[in-house]
């Protein structure tokens, strides 16, 4: 059986698709980000990332992951909701840094989980797991051949929009962002023309990789959060633009944290809009390392719309 027969049957479901496409607006639009000072939610010695934030009825829910030192679960007002399990596809090192969403009356909340460096999507509703992933590991030598994580789940109907991270066999790995729809919130099909965001150039606050995208709708077009990774491993978010959600434009503004507890990372983050403002909540640590023990904190901040 040929390579390329091998790779056309294990694709699963691909297909061409945008978002619905947006008018655009002011060229020059741009945000400025107004951190506030202190973290919001800090559960040292435990570290707190990944918030997830989605209103519920009148209240705020900030759906989050925790890490003890050996496991990542997820939490809601520091009570473990989501552990993983070992004795299936999960394995036993992380079931969190998810994307909640309210659907219907219920909570949807896809999440991370799998063995280290072999990480899928699952998805739980109300906090009960499906039992199978939801989005799997692309075909072989794909861009996103060994990691799927990160998501960040949008909805416009009548499709489900899930950005994600993706990671390839090559050494050191490439971490890239790509993007999949789905009717149901279950089974999804992925863009074909993936990835859609790449790491930047040499030198870059992006180099080493990208992730962590968090997508929403402001002026006329598509905006993204997403962090970015430089060779010291410090952490800052970038912003990028699109009319289609599909092809992206980078743009120069690099957010850095602004106090101690974030001075070296800030990551994960998680966008509201509410009443024309744009409400963001993203962790943040001390010490630069790539996925944790960071002394990982929650912080928030808001987005002002400026013109360059």
Sequence with gaps: ????????????????????????????????????????????????????????????????????????????????????????WEGSYIAANGSALVVGNELWYWYEAGARGDHRIGLARDFQKLPQP?????????????????????????YFYMYYLGQDRAQPPRQRLG????????????????????????????????????VWQYGGFYWMLYTGRDAREYRRLGLARSTDGVRWTKLPEVFSGTAAWDSKVICDPSVLVENGEIRVWFGGGDEARPDENLHGQIGYGVLRPVTR
């Design 134 to 158: 939801a989005l799997d590991h692309g075909p072989y030598r794909s861009w996103d051949e060994r990691v799927v994580a990160d998501p960040y789940v949008i909805r416009i109907e009548p």
């Design 1 to 88: 059986m040929s390579l390329a027969f091998l790779f056309l049957t294990g694709c699963g479901g691909y297909a061409n698709f945008t978002l619905p496409p947006l008018p655009g607006g002011d060229a020059k639009l741009t945000f400025a980000f107004e951190q506030q000072p202190a973290p919001v939610v800090s559960e040292l010695p435990r570290e707190s990332l990944n918030p997830s934030v989605v209103r519920r009825g009148s209240a705020l829910m900030d759906v989050y992951s925790v890490f003890d030192g050996a496991t990542w679960r997820t939490a809601v007002e520091s009570r473990v909701v989501l552990a993983p399990d070992a004795r299936t």
């Design 179 to 214: 993007v999949a729809r789905s009717r149901d919130g279950v089974h999804w099909e992925k863009l074909r023309s993936n990835p859609i965001l790449d790491a930047g150039e040499p030198g870059a606050f992006d180099e080493i990789g990208v992730g962590e995208p968090a």
